[in-house]
């Protein structure tokens, strides 16, 4: 025995010898043994976005790709300007070569995409009327459906359609972004081309796939439309979630939407995951403690994902490592850039197994919310401060950010119809020029009328962002219709005053009434760029897409 194991030790030493085997890779790949594509045999497929270099045989990102995915989506060679930069010039060989590579690995090809904003030729759209701008968009899709037949399983027909601050998505075309496309077509530039799509194939699926789809209103306005096709036989098969996730992504919301979709029987694919961690953004690695937070967040995004793998077809990642994605800096993915698994990797392994060995801490967002009191009474905007004297001082201190910087105060009355409210801001350094209006000198306030604490907005639900100039922008769910917002802002020395009058969109305002509030300070340096958040109960940086954290104001 002993001499067996003597000869056996041996040989594995010429082996290695020979070979130049281990390196790392192979011997990390080794210990992986659970693959992917293999997990989720019974649930969906498994994908990844990829390009004719993650075929090239002898890599790791090849190894890592055979082994664990089962699905390819053309992360760019076939958008509009890979396939059609001039007009009748079709160039399909890359394409070809990358569709030939999927298929001859046994995997599904999936096509992306048709109809775009982005990386598409200005001939297609810009400057041409609308017959002809119908024609070249009819003629791009036939072309491209056509040429690759069935050997493309589905298409996202039309991408990013919508915009991102949507305030009444039952008017789904209002929600539209001002696309080329629209400019030039009009609305129905979308069932055009999902018609096209169908005409020319009526084999493949065809998707409508968008960002932020977890956020209710823009979701909202992607359903009303997919039920209007339904209603109207306009060809749709299903929707793409794309999944750009990060750490404050509410899952919960996550799978409201994939339930929301779901009864419009249209099948959902996760089309383009990654979870970026941006406090790790520009380090040069993920510390253990965040890695761990990421993998957490993938566990439960994949919880739900196998709990709704009835409605799921795909969970497609936006690349398979940290190396090679386009939101490298904030090391996204479930392979690190040496195409070593991460924890991550696990925890999509078996989420459940992961979770159980690394519980979630309760989130802050669960934490006892504070009580703060607003007092009766109306204030004439612009006027003395002395307005609120009567009400009590809420201290809005709390840093969410390393940087400990802007701080303040905010009193708040009450009446009927609205809330007003009084902040002071200590500020020295007063700067407007980020093109992020949250990046800017401003004080948020947020609101859940009926405090229904949800983790994303409802109708009930506001935010409302005033900067030291008095410029206001407002969140998800936009303006009041009950009311103008009134405000008024000034600089003084080392700070600025801003006092707000703001409408209630649900409530009639009541003694011994409680709701959701919680106020924000914003702190742009010198350079326009934001250095501190503080906040008064919240202390996640998700107050503009979760009530859930907000604190509770009780009307006295
Ligand atoms: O990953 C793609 C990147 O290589 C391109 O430079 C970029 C150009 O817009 O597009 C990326 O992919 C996008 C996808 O096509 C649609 N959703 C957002 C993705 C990331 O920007």
């Known amino acids: 025995m002993k001499g067996a194991m003597k000869l056996l030790l041996i040989v594995l030493s010429v082996i290695i010898f020979v070979t130049g085997i281990p390196n790392k890779e192979r011997l990390v790949l080794a210990e992986t043994t659970e693959k992917l594509k293999e997990v989720y045999g019974d649930y969906f497929m498994i994908g990844t976005c990829a390009d004719n270099s993650y075929f090239s045989s002898s890599s790791a990102k090849y190894r890592v790709l055979s082994e664990h995915f089962n699905a390819i989506t053309a992360e760019n060679m076939m958008k509009p300007e890979s396939l059609q930069a001039t007009e009748g010039d079709f160039t399909f060989?890359?394409?070809?070569?990358?569709?030939?590579?999927?298929?001859?690995?046994?995997?599904?090809?999936?096509?992306?995409?048709?109809?775009?904003?982005?990386?598409?030729?200005?001939?297609?759209?810009?400057?041409?009327?609308?017959?002809?701008a119908i024609r070249n968009l009819e003629n791009h899709i036939a072309e491209v459906i056509s040429h690759f037949g069935d050997d493309v399983y589905s298409w996202d027909v039309v991408n990013e359609a919508f915009n991102d601050s949507v305030t009444d998505p039952s008017n789904w075309r209002g929600a539209l972004r001002?696309?080329?496309?629209?400019?030039?077509?009009?609305?129905?530039?979308?069932?055009?081309?999902?018609?096209?799509?169908?005409?020319?194939n009526p084999n493949i699926k065809l998707y409508y796939n968008d960002y932020n789809m977890d956020n209710p209103s823009k979701r909202e306005a992607a359903y009303y439309m997919a039920k209007e096709f339904l209603e109207k036989d306009i060809p749709i098969d299903g929707i793409g979630?794309?999944?750009?996730?990060?750490?404050?992504?509410?899952?919960?919301?996550?799978?409201?939407?994939?339930?929301?979709?779901?009864?419009?029987?249209?099948?959902?694919?996760?089309?383009?995951?990654?979870?970026?961690?941006?406090?790790?953004?520009?380090?040069?690695?993920?510390?253990?403690?965040?890695?761990?937070?990421?993998?957490?967040?993938?566990?439960?995004?994949?919880?739900?994902?196998k709990e709704n793998a009835d409605a799921i077809e795909r969970v497609t990642f936006w690349g398979i490592s940290d190396a090679a994605s386009w939101r490298r800096e904030s090391f996204p993915l479930i392979f690190n850039s040496k195409y070593e698994p991460k924890q991550a990797f696990y925890a999509v392994a078996d989420p459940d197994k992961f979770l159980e060995e690394n519980p979630i801490a309760k989130?802050?967002?669960?934490?006892?919310?504070?009580?703060?009191?607003?007092?009766?009474?109306?204030?004439?905007?612009?006027?003395?401060?002395?307005?609120?004297?009567?009400a009590e001082e809420i201290k809005v201190n709390n840093y969410i950010?390393?940087?400990?910087?802007?701080?303040?105060?905010?009193?708040?009355?009450?009446?009927?119809?609205?809330?007003?409210?009084?902040?002071?801001?200590?500020?020295?350094?007063?700067?407007?020029?980020?093109?992020?209006?949250?990046?800017?000198?401003?004080?948020?306030i947020f609101l859940d009328e009926t405090n229904g604490k949800m983790p994303f907005y409802e109708n009930?639900?506001?935010?409302?962002?005033?900067?030291?100039?008095?410029?206001?922008?407002?969140?998800?769910?936009?303006?009041?219709?009950?009311?103008?917002?009134?405000?008024?802002?000034?600089?003084e020395s080392g700070g600025y005053t801003v006092q707000a009058q703001i409408p209630f969109r649900k409530i009639k305002g009541e003694k011994g009434l409680t709701i959701g509030f919680d106020l924000q300070i914003n702190d742009a340096n010198a350079q326009g760029m934001r250095v501190s958040i503080a906040k008064w109960n919240d202390l996640t940086d998700n107050s503009f897409q979760s009530v859930s954290g907000f604190g509770n104001l009780t009307l006295k």
């Open 363 to 390: 989130p802050d967002a669960d934490a006892e919310a504070k009580t703060a009191n607003a007092a009766y009474g109306k204030a004439e905007i612009g006027g003395d401060e002395s307005q609120w004297k009567n």
């Open 460 to 491: 009930d639900d506001s935010q409302y962002r005033i900067n030291y100039k008095n410029v206001k922008t407002y969140g998800a769910t936009g303006e009041p219709k009950t009311g103008k917002v009134v405000s008024y802002a000034a600089a």
């Open 93 to 132: 060989a890359q394409a070809d070569r990358l569709v030939k590579s999927t298929l001859s690995n046994d995997m599904t090809m999936i096509g992306h995409t048709l109809a775009w904003h982005q990386q598409s030729p200005k001939w297609m759209n810009s400057g041409v009327g609308r017959d002809e």
């Open 401 to 444: 950010m390393a940087w400990q910087g802007a701080t303040g105060t905010a009193k708040v009355l009450w009446d009927e119809k609205n809330l007003y409210v009084l902040f002071k801001v200590t500020d020295s350094v007063l700067n407007d020029s980020s093109v992020n209006p949250h990046e800017e000198d401003s004080v948020e």
């Open 241 to 305: 979630m794309q999944g750009h996730y990060n750490m404050m992504t509410s899952v919960a919301a996550v799978e409201a939407s994939i339930l929301r979709f779901k009864e419009l029987g249209l099948a959902i694919s996760i089309t383009e995951l990654d979870v970026t961690v941006n406090e790790a953004r520009g380090q040069s690695k993920l510390s253990e403690k965040l890695e761990l937070a990421q993998a957490q967040k993938y566990a439960q995004l994949f919880k739900v994902f």
């Open 178 to 200: 001002d696309t080329p496309w629209k400019k030039a077509i009009g609305s129905d530039y979308l069932e055009i081309a999902f018609k096209a799509a169908r005409k020319a």
